[in-house]
């Protein structure tokens, strides 16, 4: 596995645990390494013991960002909701759920994120996802607080929907509203329509 500079525990670990591997360097970023490529998920080929050995070595090497410790304890669920909606719901949306991007890229769904999985991610930034180095550690470990909530708190509200957004429930409130409306509307003019067409 190649490394560069500032390839170090907290980075390496994060691109392990997602089964993600950085673009080999090429002379036409547009065809392999540029934009234009969303780098996928693969199935992991070492042992959860040979990760851990590889971080261990890369962090060996020199500074870098750590393994965060995903303590949660003391988190506020609130201020990390507050801030989630602001730094990463836009890519993410609010529920976690994920949505495309440009450019042939998508933010994937945080369902079921670990703690630290989320804490590595604000840290080192992987793939198109921007570094957050606006918030402190305290504020890290509100927005992971949130996210674990996401996948823990249900619905209190109905049903879902897939956790896509205030479209889709927009959308399903108004074909819930409308076809009762047309049915009632259809069965009170009913009299009227066969009077009409009933000979004089």
Known sequence: MATREG???GSVADRRRRGRRRFRPCDRPDA??????????????LSAADQAA??????????GPAIPDADLVGAQVAQGGLLF????????????????LSAGRSAPSLAQTPPTQIL???????????????????DRLDVAAYVRSLGTGGDPGGAS??????VAEGLAVWAAGLAPLVA?????????????????
């Open 120 to 138: 590595e991610a604000m840290i080192v930034g992987p793939g198109a996802m921007p570094v957050f180095s606006g918030l402190d550690e305290s």
């Open 184 to 200: 009632a509307t259809w069965w009170v003019t009913r009299p009227k329509r066969a009077r009409r067409g009933s000979p004089s």
């Open 161 to 166: 929907l897939g956790r896509v957004g205030p």
């Open 54 to 63: 590889v971080v261990a070595f890369v962090a060996s090497l020199g500074p």
């Open 7 to 9: 390839d170090r525990a």
């Open 85 to 100: 909606r602001e730094n990463c719901a836009a890519c993410h949306q609010a529920g976690g759920a994920g949505a495309v």
């Open 32 to 45: 392999c390494c540029g934009a234009g490529v969303q780098p996928s998920r693969n199935p992991h080929q």
